[in-house]
């Protein structure tokens, strides 16, 4: 066919006619000669600001990680999906997957620092109350207030920039833990200086934002994993989704074989003992425990997963928030909780506090009825002397020490323990 036209074009004279049947004829030849092509769309996420929480910057996070969001380098889909979907905004907490080569790919945790509902409710708090609005910009209305007008003007922070904060890591404050905060930021250029100087106001306004919602990206900054800290690693924020090493929730284990539960709960008792004994001189203590607070590794390693629930007292200086600090209250004490919930003194705080949570309400799930009655009977007997409180003279490191010995023959080396396979069978230690 293209070939009749191509020789019927050398006999047409009408030069407009010509040009007319070449068009024709080299359009019916490639359509004669070419296999039909599909065309090939690219799948991408469709993220928008809202998805991200980036419409709502500077009142967020941080925007550390965007780039790898855009880039697809962070995927939803445990299973790398090719039909690329976002999941419901709804949820507090995401799998997803973490790439920087685009070939090996690892899997994180993608979680907001409170459901949307609360940022919902607390950003409409913010226009309702200071602006009397329903909707308003939540940057120009949290920088007109006092607190953040004295961030402004400060040149390192202080106690009294943080008095009345609802995060417990802020209850009994020192300016070694303040100075540590501006100093490990990683959500800005690394200055290695306590001074707020390298912090532009966007920056000083995200970090109080994260402080008043939940210090828990805070405190896997400044205390990060590499140096021996229980926290999985932070990978960065993005508006107000924060990217974080995968773990699975102690929740999963409570059906766990008995050597597994045995491993787990004594990995459990040496993270309170670091917690409260560390070379930092850092007493840790947790607010409120429970099955989702602590996760395990692929490797076994078992971790603080929810740091939002910890506080922190400095043994070496000290709380410096003054009679009356505490007690303060403004906007940015309100954005996730009661205005009205009290503060626990910091001198009620006791070394035994955590291990009675523990005991009371993990522990239990994880250790009854795994063993046989000589060891579950002295291991019950043990759980309820804690949850009572151990009101006997003994410390805390004795009580734990005390079930530390009745479960440690209870392990198994094995290479279900990764973490510390196959050095378990060369060491002591285990």
């Not at 065309?39 to 600001?49: D, E, T």
């Not at 309820?384 to 530390?404: F, I, K, P, V």
């Not at 323990?417 to 060491?427: K, N, Q």
Request: proline share 4%; glycine share 6%.
């Amino acid at each position: 066919m293209g070939r009749w036209i191509c020789c019927l074009c050398s006999r047409v004279a009408d030069p407009l006619m010509l040009l007319l049947v070449l068009a024709l004829g080299c359009n019916l030849s490639t359509a004669a000669t070419a296999s039909p092509s599909v065309p090939h769309v690219k799948a991408s996420y469709n993220f928008g600001r809202t998805f991200l929480g980036l419409d709502k910057c500077n009142a967020c996070i941080g925007t550390s990680i965007c780039k790898k969001f855009f880039k697809e380098e962070i995927r939803f889909d445990t299973w790398l999906s090719s039909h690329l979907k976002l999941p419901p905004s709804s949820l507090l907490s995401y799998s997803g997957n973490y790439t920087d080569d685009a070939k090996s790919w690892r899997m994180v945790d993608i979680t907001r620092l409170t459901s949307k509902y609360q940022h919902d409710r607390a950003d409409k708090h913010i226009c309702t109350s200071l602006l009397k609005t329903k909707t308003c910009s939540l940057e120009r209305a949290l920088r007109r207030t006092q607190r953040f007008q004295k961030w402004l003007r400060a040149k390192r922070l202080t106690p009294d920039l943080v008095q009345g904060l609802s995060s417990p890591m802020l209850r009994c404050p020192s300016q070694r833990l303040l100075d540590r905060i501006v100093r490990r930021y990683a959500e800005v250029p690394d200055a290695g200086s306590i001074y707020m100087d390298h912090l532009t106001d966007r920056d000083k306004l995200r970090l109080l934002y994260t402080l008043a919602v939940n210090s828990h990206p805070i405190l896997l900054q400044i205390f990060p994993d590499v140096e021996g800290w229980p926290f999985p690693r932070y990978l960065g924020s993005c508006g107000r989704l924060l990217v974080s090493a995968s773990t699975r929730p102690l929740r999963d284990f409570f059906g766990a074989a008995a050597e597994v539960a045995a491993d787990l709960a004594l990995q459990l008792l040496a993270v309170l003992r670091s917690m409260a004994t560390n070379d930092l001189n850092y007493f840790f203590y947790f607010t409120r425990v429970d099955a989702g607070t602590f996760g395990v590794f692929s490797n076994g390693h078992l971790f603080i997963r929810d740091a939002s629930t910890l506080g922190i007292i400095d043994k070496e200086e000290g709380s410096q928030l003054i009679d009356g600090q505490q007690e303060y209250k403004d906007i940015f004490s309100c954005l996730t909780v009661d205005c009205q919930s009290a503060f626990a003194s910091c001198d009620s705080i006791g070394e035994k506090h955590s291990l009675v949570m523990v005991c009371k309400d993990l522990l239990p799930k994880l250790l009854t009825g795994k063993f046989l009655p000589p060891v579950q009977e002295r291991i019950d007997a043990f759980l309820q002397r804690c949850a009572r409180g151990l009101s006997d003279d003994g410390t805390a490191n004795e009580a734990m020490a005390e079930l530390a010995e009745i479960l440690k023959p209870l392990r198994a080396c094995d290479s279900r323990f990764a973490y510390r396979y196959p050095d378990c069978r060369y060491s002591d230690k285990y």
